[in-house]
T-cell receptor, first 111, second 111 residues
Framework: NAGVTQTPKFRVLKTGQSMTLLCAQDMNHEYMYWYRQDPGMGLRLIHYSVGEGTTAKGEVPDGYNVSRLKKQNFLLGLESAAPSQTSVYFC??????????FGSGTRLTVV | DAKTTQPTSMDCAEGRAANLPCNHSTISGNEYVYWYRQIHSQGPQYIIHGLKNNETNEMASLIITEDRKSSTLILPHATLRDTAVYYCIVRVMDSNYQLIWGAGTKLIIKP
């Protein structure tokens, strides 16, 4: 039981490049979330999903897209990376009344 | 959602009890108090949550005042590995609940 797994763990992108971050959970959780965390700040919600095939915008969705084609996977895409998207990205999942389980994060630098 | 107020930082001696306060004076009757922590560079970790009764688990105890306007997270025997940012979050636990993250309290355990 691995919990929540994020890939990759580190990535450097050039401005304008695209990439996809993968989040996988093996707990059969319905709810999944993508957050970003900038230095010295709390987490901010980018997008979330309440079940397979569903997605919704969070607090800071601009510049990101997501997909939840399979229940266990939640993908975060950056179509045209910008330096402002340099951050640590965390994925999380939870059951109906469970606490959140977080992945270990992806550190993204856009130069 | 009710807002929470936490001290920016706190120190505690190793082996002593760490008591982390949280004020949530506008909490409503159906809002739970959640505590998470984030050890440097890692994803946040769920600690405990409660509604109005005091709660205890293997990690910590949560003491909620009778009027529910404040709470205290207690780590009974703090170790150096408890150094982290601790987040107090208040939220309704409906099926679609989300957590809004503040800046938290930086707890430093000193040898």
């Amino acid at each position: 039981n691995a919990g929540v797994t994020q890939t990759p763990k580190f990535r450097v992108l050039k401005t304008g490049q695209s990439m996809t971050l993968l989040c996988a959970q093996d707990m059969n959780h319905e709810y999944m979330y993508w957050y970003r965390q900038d230095p010295g700040m709390g987490l901010r919600l980018i997008h979330y999903s309440v079940g397979e095939g569903t997605t919704a915008k969070g607090e800071v969705p601009d510049g990101y897209n997501v997909s939840r084609l399979k229940k266990q996977n939640f993908l975060l895409g950056l179509e045209s990376a910008a330096p402002s998207q340099t951050s640590v990205y965390f994925c999380a999942s939870r059951g109906p009344k469970d606490g959140y389980t977080f992945g270990s994060g992806t550190r993204l630098t856009v130069v | 959602d009710a807002k929470t107020t936490q001290p920016t930082s706190m120190d505690c001696a190793e082996g002593r009890a760490a008591n982390l306060p949280c004020n949530h004076s506008t909490i409503s009757g159906n809002e739970y108090v959640y505590w998470y922590r984030q050890i440097h560079s890692q994803g946040p970790q769920y600690i405990i949550h409660g509604l109005k009764n005091n709660e205890t688990n293997e990690m910590a105890s949560l003491i909620i005042t009778e009027d529910r306007k404040s709470s205290t997270l207690i780590l009974p025997h703090a170790t150096l590995r408890d150094t982290a940012v601790y987040y107090c979050i208040v939220r309704v636990m409906d099926s679609n609940y989300q957590l809004i993250w503040g800046a938290g309290t930086k707890l430093i355990i000193k040898p």
